[in-house]
């Protein structure tokens, strides 16, 4: 129905930035909310960033002032860009994706496959 395309990520030094990005296709009638969230080893997952129709994005107290997440609504895609890097910020980076396929009537939460962001020196 509706699948998601991650890329970027990888190993950064600390105060270095990054961009990562999706991609939503398949069958999709509308997006609702596109975002990324992450999940540090022996933690729970976690929003980083949300970005939905004719909203202001929001951030995590973590990544506000250090992310910019930005959408494309005419490709279906998001991007997160973040700088000022810290080792706390090393997880696995999930696409989150609120979309109506076409063959449903009701909403659905997609996740990407993630992507590992590791900060390290």
């Known amino acids: 129905q509706v699948q998601l395309v991650e890329s970027g990520g990888g190993l950064v030094q600390p105060g270095g930035s990054l961009r990562l990005s999706c991609a939503a296709s398949g069958s999709i009638f509308r997006i609702n909310a596109m975002g990324w969230y992450r999940q540090a080893p022996g933690k729970q997952r976690e929003l980083v960033a949300t970005?939905?129709?004719?909203?202001?994005?929001n951030y995590a107290d973590p990544v506000k002032g250090r992310a910019t997440i930005s959408r494309d609504t005419a490709t279906n895609t998001v991007s997160l860009q973040m700088t000022s890097l810290k080792p706390e910020d090393t997880a696995v980076y999930y696409c989150?994706?609120?979309?109506?396929?076409?063959?449903?009537?009701?909403?659905?939460?997609?996740w990407g496959q993630g992507t590992q962001v590791t900060v390290s020196s």
């Open positions: 989150n994706v609120v979309a109506r396929p076409g063959s449903q009537s009701y909403y659905s939460v997609y």
């Open positions: 970005h939905t129709n004719g909203g202001i994005p």
